[in-house]
Each structure stands twice: as structure tokens, then as C-alpha cells.
């Protein structure tokens, strides 16, 4: 079909390693299937990364990748890293030589990591039924190009360093994504500190509290990040969005992963502040079921529909997908870490959610 406005995204399609390529195109089948109906123009290129890049160039972020992801409107990212790939130094390894450059280049200061326990598949949460079926519905907003990561660093025989120093700036940029979120949802900010240890722990709570004010409709409350740790398994169902810094959003992000159940459900966005992004499932490159067939593509493909409302406003095509998504779960269309006895496999799943929008009348 030709598209009768000219809005034309390009995408970086970096698939990567493991389940990454497979569950990459399963996506790129429901993005063309979405640009048609919602008559947008997209262009698809695909470039190297991870150990797939060191294979092929000996850099897991090859100039040719990084180049393509400048030239692009947005960057859908696979997954990166396998066994064969531990053993290079750190900086060289797949997701840390990618990721973190990926990040700084493009000043990716903003990390939404959306979780929920879907009430049909509340027994996918480890977490005991009693709490698990109350449910849970948070979003984790992490700083993302500052702190303890990206500090002063040294090593020596006998000593090692990190640094970690937060400007005003840079707290003020991501409280200000958090406390925006929150009014979209539950009008609830809880920040995560260390403020009864951490110096940058007591800026980060003083700039929030100052941000706070523009927000009288938003509940703030702080939380010591031993205390989240816990408060999470306890009763997730207290939080709404969670404000942290790199690090703590780094565990935070992945215990709510392991509390909603399962990782082949959980998109993410990376954002800029001009709209730019990258756009990845939490969950890794999973060697272990790498070229079965059987990897979930849920989460790639809800990491498209971010891309969508996020990089390009395309609001009703973001939301075509997440309802077709809803529908394949509630049919029991699914792969089987969701359900162990399903036959579906990875295409099958694509091609349920691809028919799904086919059909949607809207
Ligand atoms: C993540 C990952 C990365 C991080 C690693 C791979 C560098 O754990 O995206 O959460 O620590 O940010
Ligand atoms: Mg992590």
C-alpha cells in the first residue's frame, strides 16, 4: 500500500546476538504491518553489534553501526552478549562495549523499564499468590548517562575506584521524566536514595523535593533503596513510578523483571532529550534457547510500539500493538515461558499479533 501522508522514520535495526535476530523479526513484520495501516513510511536497516560485530569487525560497536544509528530517527535494539564473548575484557565485552557507548553518544540520560504482573499470569510471579495477586503495574524511570557508571575510574595492583557525582542538571532532567510520567498514571513518585550515606544521595532528594513543587497533583515519597529492595517483594502494588539513579535502577529494574515473571514480556525505551531513542527488550540474548524458535517476541515487539509513541508521536499505532499483544495473551497465544505446555513458537506468536492488527478495525 502507498502511504498518502510523507512522515518516513528511519530505523536502526540492531539485532545482535542470540534470540536477538529472531525475535527482531517478528517486529520488523508488525512495524510493516502498522506503517501500512497507520500510513506511515519506515525504513529498516540493519547493522552490527555485539558479538555478532566482534565476529565480523573485532569492535562490538563498529564505526559503520554507530554511524548508521546517527543518521537514523530512532535505534531498535535485539539483545547482545553469549558465552562465547566473556572471556574479552570488560570495555570489550558485547552489552558494555555497545550499551554504554550507545547511551553516551546519544546522551540516552532517560531509562523507562515499564512492569507488570498481568493479572492472567499472576502465577508467572515468583512472588507468593497472596501478594502476586494484587497485582503490580510500575514504571522504573532510571537515570541513565551519569553516576557511578560513567565516574572517575582507576585501578592499581592493590586498589580499584568508582566515582559517582550527580549535578543538580542531570537529577533535575530525570525527575522531571518521572514526575511527568506519573501524572499519565498513578500520580505517585517514589525516589530511590541512599541519603543516609550517599552525598549525591542528599542532592538527588533535595533537587527532587524542588522538582516536586511544579506537581502538587503527584505524591512524592523517598525510599531508601535497601528499604525498596524489600518494600518491591513485599507489596509492589504500593509503588507507581520509581525515580533512580543509574545504579540503583540497574537492580531495581531487574528485581521488578524477575517479580513480573516473565522477561519476554518487558520492553524498554532510551530516551534523549529531542526524542531520539533506543528501544530494547529487558530480557537478554538468552543463548541457551538461541535459534530454537521458542524465544518470546513480545518484548521486542512492545519495545516497537515505545519507538513508535515515543521517537515518532505515532500514539495510535503504539497503542494498535499493545492491544493486539493483549489479545494474543488472553487468547493463550503464547510461547512457552509463559505457558511450558504451549506449542507456539516464536513466528507463531508474530504471525497471532501481525493478524490480530490485520483484523483490528479501526
Ligand atoms: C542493563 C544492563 C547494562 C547496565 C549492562 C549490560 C552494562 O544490565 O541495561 O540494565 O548495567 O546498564
Ligand atoms: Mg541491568
Known sequence: MSTQSNKHYKIAVLAGDGIGPEVMAEAEKVLQVVADKFQFGITLTPALVGGAAIDATG???????????????????????????????????????????????????????????????????????????????VLCVRELTGGIYFGEKGRTETDAFDTQRYSVREIERIA????????????????????????????????????????????????????????????PQQFDVLLCDNLFGDILSDEIAAIAGSLGLLPSASLNGSGFGLYEPAGGSAPDIAGLGVANPIAQILSAALMLRYSFGEEDAACAIEQAVQHCLEQHIVTRDINPKSTYGTAAVGAAIVATLRQENQ
Open 176 to 235: 522531571k521524566v518521572a514526575f511527568e510520567a506519573a501524572t499519565k498514571r498513578s500520580n505517585k513518585v517514589t525516589s530511590i536514595d541512599k541519603a543516609n550515606v550517599l552525598q549525591t544521595s542528599i542532592l538527588w532528594r533535595e533537587t527532587v523535593e524542588r522538582v516536586a513543587k511544579n506537581y502538587p497533583g503527584v505524591t512524592l515519597e523517598h525510599m531508601y533503596i535497601d528499604n525498596a529492595a524489600m518494600q518491591l517483594i513485599r507489596s
Open 59 to 137: 569492535e562490538p560497536l563498529p564505526a559503520a553501526t554507530l554511524k548508521l544509528c546517527k543518521q537514523s530517527d530512532a535505534i531498535l535494539f535485539g539483545s547482545v552478549g553469549g558465552p562465547k564473548w566473556t572471556g574479552l575484557a570488560p570495555d570489550k565485552q558485547p552489552e558494555r562495549g555497545s550499551l554504554l557507548p550507545l547511551r553516551k553518544t546519544f546522551d540516552l540520560f532517560c531509562n523507562l523499564r515499564p512492569g507488570q504482573i498481568y493479572p492472567a499470569f499472576a502465577d508467572l510471579s515468583p512472588l507468593h499468590p497472596r501478594v502476586s495477586s494484587l497485582g503490580m503495574d
